[in-house]
Structures are given as C-alpha cells and as structure tokens.
C-alpha cells in the first residue's frame, strides 16, 4: 500500500473543512480518502468547540469547532461548500484553499461565493471545471486528481451480482437509464442498484420503471462497499455510471475509482467522455448513450481483462497524486 502520508511533517498538514450538508456522494468521499491518504485533521463548523470527535463514516472522525476557533488553524482546505455555510466564508485568510467540484457549485447570479472566491485559492478536480470557471468567471484555479486510498481488500463474501451501479440516484446520474436497460434483460443479467436516493426525482421518474424491484438502498460509508455484509463490488464484471453534468465531464468520480479498484468494467455516458480525453471507448471503458446500448453490452459476455488492465493506468495516477 502507498503510504503517502509519510511523507508529510506535521507543520505541512493540511486541516479539512467540511462546510456542507450531504452524508454522502463525492463530497463525502473526497473528504474521506484526504484524511485516510495523508491522515489530514477534519473538522465541521459547530456552534461551539466539542472536545470530542465524532463518526464521519469510511472510519474516519471529525471534530466541531466554532468559527472562531477553527480559521485559527493553519494550512485550511475547505473540501466541500454549500449554501447552508456561505455565512462563514467571510471569516476565513486569504489564501485559505477551497475544493469546487462541478460548476453546479457557482450557479445562481447572486451566489454569494462568486463575492468572495478571489479571497481563496481554488483547487478543482476536473479538467473540464477548471476550464469552465476560467472562460465563465475568470478564476483562475489549479487542477489536481481525485486522491485514492488503497483501503485494504478483506476476504469477505460477494454479492456475486454481474452489473451494479453505486451512484447516487438523481437526475444527473440518469438512473432511469439503468432501469430502462433493466426491462430488456434476463434475470441474471439485471442491473442491481445501490445508493443514496433523491425521492423527486425516484417519484417522477423511476416510479413506473419497478425501481424498488432493483434498488437494494444506501450502503454503509465503508470500505469496502458493503451490503448485508457483502462486498458489492468485488467480483463484479460491470459498474455503470450514466453520470452527466452540464458544463463538466470526461474526468473521474469516486465509483470510477472504486470499480476500477476492484476490477469492473466501466460503463460511462457516451457524454461524459466525450467532454475530455482520459477515457476511451473500448480501451479503459464502454460507452453508452442510451438504454439500448447499455443492454446489447450487458447482453453479450465479452474478456475484458485488457480494457481491465489499462483502466488500472488510470488509477494508478490517483493513487500516487500528492495533496
């Protein structure tokens, strides 16, 4: 295992803040995999200093500290913002860094972050973000890849389910696609769902496409990915994610990681890829642009281990990452 963290004295360690609400997605995970890499200190804004810390999940622990009491800290990076903690933002140094993920993150005309962005340094996790807020907004930011934690692999059981996704289920991620692929598909061959659910978009989309009969809920923020004591991914031939995001793509995210961990094959939008140039169809990943295209792959039972093999290329970059 890469132990990165080593490499870092304590006067160079970086103190994560996690400014947002979300329990899980890639905020979360993020996070998560700074403080299990490079054993970075976590802490959340509370009305008052806690002694104590508390479960993040992933094994990991934070500590709440108020305002006052955490911008006293140095070397700060604010992994995830939302709007319920723009009122802190005004509090922090200059220089502190600050983590935008997608441009979702500065939408709305009067966002409050666009105030006071030139104050941060502002680290971005895709190619296509750093783009976008350089043409949009002119702010200038440094790119860096997704960092991984090598989490050890245990001998636990398998769910032994062919195809999963692991995604949250959102309009972004078109989970309806999944589901579409599902009604053309043998039994053994289904497309077997876990993940945190947004319940609009479940009710408005995927209610009339037996969602329930495929969604298997939320897993444990562990690692590894676990359900009813099972790994869910080890074992598994694919990992879909149909993931697109308007203004960003062709990167990674945290389930492209974690499939390629454990040896799936990916499965992408055809969108998503085409936004860089990381990801090539039939080399490290398949591509689909609809449900049609995910069930004919699905359908057929191809050797994949080379596609397996240079997806890992890919990986290995995110491991050795510094941050």
């Not at 994560?16 to 403080?35: E, I, R, S």
């Not at 923020?221 to 308007?246: A, F, H």
Request: hydrophobic share 35%; with cysteine.
């Amino acid at each position: 295992m890469d132990i990165i963290n080593s490499y870092h004295d304590e006067s160079s360690k970086k103190n994560l803040v996690y400014m947002a609400k979300p329990v899980y997605g890639g905020w979360v995970t993020f996070t998560a995999h700074l403080n299990l890499k490079y054993d970075y200190s976590l802490y959340k804004i509370g009305k008052r200093t806690e002694p104590n810390k508390r479960n993040y999940g992933y094994n990991v622990h934070y500590q709440n500290l108020s305002i006052d009491d955490l911008v006293k800290k140095p070397n700060l990076m604010i992994t995830a913002l939302d709007k319920h903690y723009y009122e802190y933002l005004s509090y922090f140094p200059k220089g502190t860094l600050l983590v935008i993920h997608d441009p979702t993150e500065l939408r709305g005309k009067e966002n409050p972050i666009l105030e006071y962005i030139h104050n941060f340094k502002i680290l971005t996790i895709r190619e296509t973000v750093k783009k976008f807020l350089k043409e949009i907004y002119n702010i200038d930011s440094e790119f860096k890849l997704h960092p991984f934690y090598e989490y050890p692999k245990m001998n636990i059981e398998p769910l032994h389910y062919k195809s999963v996704s692991v995604s949250r289920i959102d309009f972004d991620k078109n989970t309806d696609l999944l589901l579409k692929a599902n009604l053309q598909l043998d039994e053994e061959k289904k497309i077997q769902i876990f993940g945190a659910e947004n319940r609009l978009y479940v009710h408005h989309k995927l209610a009339q496409l037996n969602f329930k009969d495929y969604w298997k809920g939320k897993y444990l923020k562990e690692y590894p990915l676990l359900y009813e004591n099972k790994d869910i991914l080890q074992g598994c031939k694919y990992m879909i994610d149909m993931s697109t995001i308007k203004n960003d793509g062709g990167g990674t995210q945290y389930t492209f990681l974690e499939a390629i961990y454990n040896d799936c094959v990916l499965i992408l939008h055809d969108e998503w890829i085409d936004k860089g140039t990381l990801f090539i169809r039939s080399k490290n990943c398949l591509g689909c642009s609809d449900e049609n295209d995910i069930a004919n792959i699905l359908k057929e039972d191809k050797d994949y281990s080379k596609l397996i093999k240079e997806s890992k290329k890919i990986l290995r970059k995110h491991i050795d990452v510094e941050w």
